[in-house]
């Protein structure tokens, strides 16, 4: 499977690529994965240019580039790439439920929090909005899965719906983790949660009070971490 868009990308990352960056890049980030040192900006308007390039007429062609990138990435800004082309504002019609498989193999392969927090923040969040009852069911699924990452995605799935949170769904999700001592499962609860205080600061202020004896200190002190602000007024 070579496609090619991805061949174009690749080669524009190697292009571009910045050696005394990459280092550093792929320390911060804990990365099995070599880095090539291309910064997002750059990444991204290298992805628009080859999208320019090599415009993709179908669902068929959007699917085969997007999996050749991330499945045959050598360097992770590739596997990046593969999520700027997946989210790109062109391909919003493909993004629907059958696009799930797909973002369920990057949460899972994708395995650390950059690839998986683009796919639960963004894609999910997306498909949540356009078919909240069918995720719903998708997403309490996942809460339960083996695979931690698809539990955190379960839980960050609703990040930025304000008001259009589906407060069931989100405590349906964080209530079979609640005992998990997964570093990234406790960040995940307290980030859904504080996100949600700034809109609905009550809810959570009276969810944390209520489980203070299951939610970690962590989850707790992040969920509560702008209420001060929230009470006052200030801005977001």
Not at 15 to 21: C, L, Q, R, V
Not at 33 to 51: D, E, F, I, N
């Amino acid at each position: 499977m070579n496609t090619p868009l991805a061949a174009t990308i690749r080669q524009a990352l190697a292009d571009n690529a910045n050696p005394e960056k990459a280092p550093g890049m792929r320390a911060y980030m804990k990365s099995a994965m070599p880095y090539r040192g291309v910064q997002t900006p750059v990444r991204r308007k290298l992805v628009r240019a080859a999208l320019r390039a090599h415009p993709l007429a179908s669902r068929e062609d959007w699917l085969a580039a997007v999996l050749d990138l991330w499945r045959n990435a050598a360097y992770r800004e590739e596997r990046y790439a593969a999520q700027d082309v997946t989210g790109a504002p062109q391909f919003r019609l493909y993004r629907d439920l059958d696009a799930l498989p797909l973002y369920e193999e990057m949460v899972v392969s994708g395995a650390w929090w950059d690839l998986v927090d683009d796919v639960a923040t963004h894609k999910l969040r997306e498909l949540v909005d356009s078919y909240p009852q069918e995720m719903a069911g998708h997403m309490r699924a996942w809460s339960t899965d083996a695979d931690l990452w698809k539990r955190r995605s379960a839980i960050l799935c609703q990040i930025k719906r304000k008001e259009a949170t589906d407060l069931a769904l989100l405590f349906d999700c964080i209530e079979p983790n609640l005992a998990d001592g997964e570093f990234f499962i406790r960040k995940a609860i307290g980030w859904a949660l504080r996100d949600l205080a700034w809109t609905d600061l009550d809810t959570v202020a009276d969810y944390v009070a209520r489980h203070a004896d299951r939610l970690s200190a962590l989850s707790r002190r992040e969920a509560l971490k702008n209420a001060a602000k929230i009470r006052a007024g200030g801005p977001r």
